[in-house]
């Protein structure tokens, strides 16, 4: 067990370096085709922030033993934790950076943003936990369709309404530019490419498999160990930055990082999962479903109104250990 747990420490540490590495040069590549401006800039980064997430599902059923379970807790787990502990640390930050904000404690986030985010989440995602209680492979189809064809739907409107940003922040020098002075060759974008997708492709592997090795351990399915443990080893570490933005009065940003994240994972993500596994939820999963439901419609009713505060914060922590306890009883 110590060597497992060893392993997976590596594999995480694999997993996030690579989406790192691959994040900056995608960035860098699309400034060097002309789609790093605005909007279009922020979806290709997203792509990068979410590589982790999508890359650990696809490693699970290449895996064939119990990697079913695997991919399946980590698609439900994503977005369980966004709504959840996401939630959870930027209405932490409001809190506890209040003395240095220009809005105290208030999260001031664009309404529009979190009205568009979040109600095209909620609704998504409830259909994906319902189709986990559908066995219809024809209705699966149905539902692979209809959820990609609804984010390409949102994508579209999200670029219509957000254009280009008047303060575009300058991109961080590629990481294999050793110079930083003059901007990278096309070969030291493809490699450090190349190199990121690499390593979490690599680290996946190993992460699911020690996975496995834990829940067989410890007794529980692998599906309600990479509920909480896919997801916290791959979502929490690309939202710290959310804290840096709260501290900085980036609301908007800090809030987009996670409610954009959020309609992604309840539509991409299920779609794949839908394609290539059997999507029959368990207990464990549709309660997961089931609280993250419950920790973006509060985050939609609390953000709207500005007036995200302690209990807001209690109640997401709350949910977050609801689950902890539904696993824990078995």
């Known amino acids: ?30 400034q060097r085709l002309n789609l790093g401006e605005g909007a279009v800039g922020s979806i290709l980064a997203a792509v990068g922030t979410a590589l982790p997430e999508s890359v650990i599902p696809i490693v699970a059923v290449l895996a064939g033993t119990e990697g079913e379970e695997v991919a399946i807790g980590a ?33 001031h986030a664009d309404r529009d943003s979190v009205r568009r985010d979040l109600g095209f989440f909620l609704p998504c995602f409830a259909v994906a936990i ?27 409107q999200t670029l219509r309404h957000t254009g280009d940003a008047d303060d575009e922040e300058e991109l961080k020098a590629l ?73 900085e009065s980036k609301d908007t940003l800090a809030v987009g990082n996670v409610t954009g994240a959020m309609a992604f994972q309840a539509t991409v993500p299920v779609a794949f999962g839908l394609a290539v596994t059997q999507w029959h939820l368990d207990r464990f999963a549709i309660a997961a479903g089931v609280l993250a439901l419950l920790g973006g419609a509060l985050a939609l009713w609390r953000l709207e109104r500005r007036s995200v505060g302690k209990l807001s914060a209690v109640a997401w922590a709350a949910l977050f250990g609801a689950l902890l306890v539904v696993v824990g009883m078995g």
Not at 78 to 107: K, N, Q, Y
Request: proline share 4%; aromatic share 6%.
């Open 75 to 107: 698609i439900i787990g994503a977005p369980f934790m966004l709504a959840t502990v996401a939630m959870l640390v930027i209405a932490a930050s409001a809190l506890v950076f209040a003395g240095r904000r220009e809005t105290g404690a208030e999260i």
């Open 130 to 156: 319902g189709l986990g209680l559908v066995e219809s492979k024809a209705v699966h189809v149905i539902g692979i369709v209809g959820l990609l064809i609804a984010y390409v739907l949102h994508v579209r």
């Open 175 to 247: 990481t294999f530019d050793t110079t930083k002075e003059d901007p990278p060759s096309t070969f030291q974008i493809v490699a450090q490419f190349v190199i990121g997708l690499a390593l979490v492709i690599g680290g996946a592997e190993l992460f699911v498999t020690e996975l496995v090795k834990v829940a067989e351990g410890i007794g529980v399915t692998a599906l309600a160990l990479s509920l909480i443990l896919t997801p916290l080893a791959t979502e929490l570490p690309e939202k710290l930055n959310s804290v840096l933005w709260m501290r």
């Open 1 to 30: 067990m110590p060597v497992t747990a060893l392993l997976l420490v590596v594999s995480i540490a694999l997993i996030v370096v690579g989406a790192y590495l691959f994040t900056n040069a995608v960035e860098w590549a699309g």
